[in-house]
């Protein structure tokens, strides 16, 4: 059988069934991986697409985690009245985060400037406890979305998925456009972009303010499902988990970022199901990690490529 | 005899079985007349996978149960679930518990941020909870570290991080002229919880915490605390850390002759602490902590425990050298207090007369703990009060009932 794009269609619509055969634990790891798969999103397209090396994600994630769960805390908002502004405030953290690039900074440099505003930014949570609850966390009410309250897993799905939908295909969109390509050629070669009259620093801002966006609503979405924050989510280790993706998805590919999502985020649930494994995760994450980067370089979607030629990134539209 | 009647006598067969055999109880999720399903999670990966020993504990003595008889019949099958200390991860642990393993309780689960996480779900569902978790918003009440009534399936048979923090501030309070107190904690949940109740305490009897630095978990260093804390000329110092950090703040504090006394919280374990300082002078005479037990743990009024301990754990899941430590033993008393819960819920067992037998626990001698047991419907929080272990001068535990007040 012929496959054609239609395929990126027809896919989100069977994943609609989903809960009718999963249960909530298995739900939940599925709602799980469409909150990573909007992180791996944001930050492919700094890292990815434009080729930086900036670790700025884990701050964006818990802005628009911490922002979605002080607006429904502190200000009585309903959840799905929050997803935007916690965006916003990632985008914004986002063009604050593009200022070292702005300025030169690159490679090592930027990656640790970079690390450090995710630092910063968790111990801003631990130093304002009156809005984050501090070293304590902050216990987030359950969603509501249009007066309906997401009381289960299943109810978070259908909203997640119609997110994580919709901010795929918008991503997608964009990077088959000239703002796509620009986004190339400076990952190429800076110098050259900018020779052929490219304004690489609007690129950069703009960049770094996308990803804010989307991982900051991916943040709004991860406070719905975890329902209680704490400084400790968002530290070295969840840049790890969020670097990790990429990496085995494949660095600048979109579906690389769903296929990265999925395999890191469900291991570690497949390892539970064997209780004799029990500890011995790391190995198995650490091994299987290295195994992919060894023998897929450029990640599983370039396996995928290889298949068929559908699932190779575009820079183009039909 | 024809079909019909073949067919009615066997049904009446089956149903007499059935209700001779508990029907009713076998209704309620993770019973059947045999087992009890019991969902045991904990750190076994990650950072905090140090703390594991505390699920083997409870392990160990459901096992030696079990091999006793179980409890009216029922033997305990134990699921172990991995929560890596990270609240993601916790949380698909204790719902795979909840809807897929279908357990009848969640039991251990040390990281007080996952034991948060993981609470909306258990309340929904109605899965008792008994943890060692410290933060005081779990199981927390008023007059234990709570602001409302304790969440009705949700309990601690062992001290919440309030009433550990309380007694840290107790004892070092019964130093005689201690004015000045200093605070050094990571920046999580589970240490705010012991050491903001120990603050309050200490500024409720007149004292003034001078200083409240942090040591963030990974440390390497302490010197710039330690030379803080000096500053300050502190009568205490007060340590609501893991144990790689105490342990690195002891051996600073060493270093720079910072001559206080350091007072540990439940997060690390005092023989290990004692073993990695590796230094008698750092630690005799220097280092306290709070003590769960009614005496030494390698005592002989403990022999007990350790023989249940080496029996029923198998070789990965004791300390590669050495008796087991006493994160075993607080697994232990946490497993101790949950089979009594079974035992007192008698055979018709549901959760609810499971949590009304729990709340029926006046006094109770666990035979392990420094204090005795007591739950009621009004207080979810089982032991308010605990003895203090150091070392004299010549590297002898001593187990301290308040400061300088030896209890044997």
């Known amino acids: ?231 400790e989510d968002f530290d070295l280790i969840q840049v790890i988990l969020h670097f990790a993706i990429i990496m085995v998805g494949g660095l600048g590919s979109l579906i690389g970022s769903v296929l990265g999502s999925i395999l890191i985020t469900a291991t570690p649930e497949v390892i539970r199901h064997f209780e004799w494994l029990v500890g011995s995760e790391e190995w198995i ?18 396996l995928l490529a290889k298949v068929n030629p559908i699932f190779k990134d575009r820079y183009y539209r039909d | 005899m024809n079909v019909l009647q073949k067919s009615l006598k066997t049904a009446a067969i089956a149903i007499t079985i059935a209700s001779v055999s508990g029907f009713s109880a076998a209704a309620e999720r993770g019973i059947t007349d045999t087992s009890i399903k019991i969902g045991n999670i904990g750190p076994f990966s990650g950072k905090a996978a140090m703390f594991n020993p505390l699920n083997y504990g409870s392990v160990a003595y459901m096992r030696y149960v079990n091999d006793m008889g179980g409890v009216f019949g029922r033997k305990f099958d134990i699921v172990l679930g991995d929560t890596a200390c990270a609240q993601a991860k916790g949380i698909a642990a204790a719902k795979k518990m909840v809807y897929d393993e279908k357990v009848f309780m969640i039991t251990v689960n040390p990281c007080s941020g996952v034991a948060m996480a993981v609470k909306p779900t258990l309340v929904k569902e109605g899965v008792p909870w008994s943890g060692v978790s410290a933060n005081p918003k779990i199981t927390g009440s008023v007059g234990s570290g709570g602001t409302s009534a304790p969440p009705k399936y949700m309990f601690h048979v062992t001290p919440n991080g309030y009433f550990s923090g309380m007694t840290m501030g107790k004892f070092i309070m019964t130093k005689p002229n201690t004015k000045k107190i200093a605070i050094v904690a990571h920046t999580n949940d589970w240490a705010r919880g012991y050491c903001d109740p120990a603050k309050d305490y200490i500024e409720s009897q007149g004292a003034e915490v001078v200083l409240d630095t942090a040591m963030e978990r990974g440390s390497t260093d302490a010197t710039a605390q330690v030379l803080q804390i000096k500053s300050k000329g502190v009568d205490g110092v007060l340590g609501c850390l893991y144990q790689p950090e105490l342990v690195i703040l002891l051996k600073a504090a060493h270093k720079y002759k910072l001559n206080t006394p350091i007072i540990g919280a439940l997060g690390a374990d005092f023989g290990q602490v004692v073993q990695q300082v590796g230094n008698a002078k750092a630690v005799n005479g220097v280092f306290f902590q709070g003590h769960l037990y009614k005496d030494k743990i390698n005592s002989p009024a403990l022999e007990w425990g350790k023989q249940i301990l080496l029996k029923y754990l198998t070789k990965d899941e004791l300390p590669k050298t050495g008796d087991p430590t006493h994160f075993y033993y607080f697994g232990l008393f946490n497993g101790i207090g949950v089979v009594e819960g079974f035992r007192r819920a008698g055979r018709d067992l549901t959760r609810d007369t499971y949590i009304k037998a729990i709340e029926t626990l006046r006094d109770f001698d666990n035979n392990i703990s420094a204090g005795r047991v007591t739950i009621t419907a009004e207080q979810h929080v089982g032991i308010s009060d605990m003895y203090f272990n150091g070392l004299d001068k010549d590297g002898n535990e001593v187990i301290f009932s308040s400061w300088g007040k030896a209890l044997n």
């Open chain 1, 1 to 231: 059988m012929k496959l054609n794009r239609s395929i990126f269609w027809i896919l989100p619509l069977l994943v609609l069934a989903l809960p009718l055969v999963l249960n909530q634990y298995l739900q939940y790891v599925v709602n799980l991986i469409l909150v990573y798969i909007l992180v791996a999103v944001g930050f492919n397209l700094v890292v990815g697409n434009l080729g930086q090396l900036a670790f700025s994600n884990v701050a964006f994630f818990g802005i628009g985690a911490y922002a979605s769960g002080i607006l429904t805390t502190q200000l009585g908002m309903p959840w799905w009245l929050t997803v935007i502004p916690a965006g916003l405030c990632g985008a914004l953290a986002g063009c604050a985060a593009s200022i070292p690039a702005l300025r030169g900074v690159r490679l090592f440099y930027l990656a640790i400037m970079t690390l450090a505003f995710g630092e910063l930014m968790r111990w801003s949570y631990i130093r304002t406890p009156d809005l984050t609850g501090g070293s304590m966390g902050l216990t987030v009410p359950e969603p509501e979305v249009f007066g309906w309250m997401l009381t289960t897993e299943y109810h978070k799905f259908y909203v997640f998925l119609f997110i994580v939908v919709v901010v795929v295909i918008a991503t997608s969109r964009l990077l088959e456009s000239r703002i796509g390509r620009a986004f190339l050629a400076i990952k190429n070669d800076e110098n050259a972009a900018a020779a052929m009259g490219i304004p690489t620093g609007q690129y950069f801002v703009l960049a770094f303010a996308l990803s804010g966006f989307i991982v900051g609503i991916g943040g709004s979405m991860y406070a719905a499902l975890v329902g209680h924050l704490s400084p």
């Open chain 1, 285 to 302: 994450f650490g091994g299987a990690i290295i195994v992919v980067i060894l023998f897929l370089p450029r990640g599983l979607s370039s």
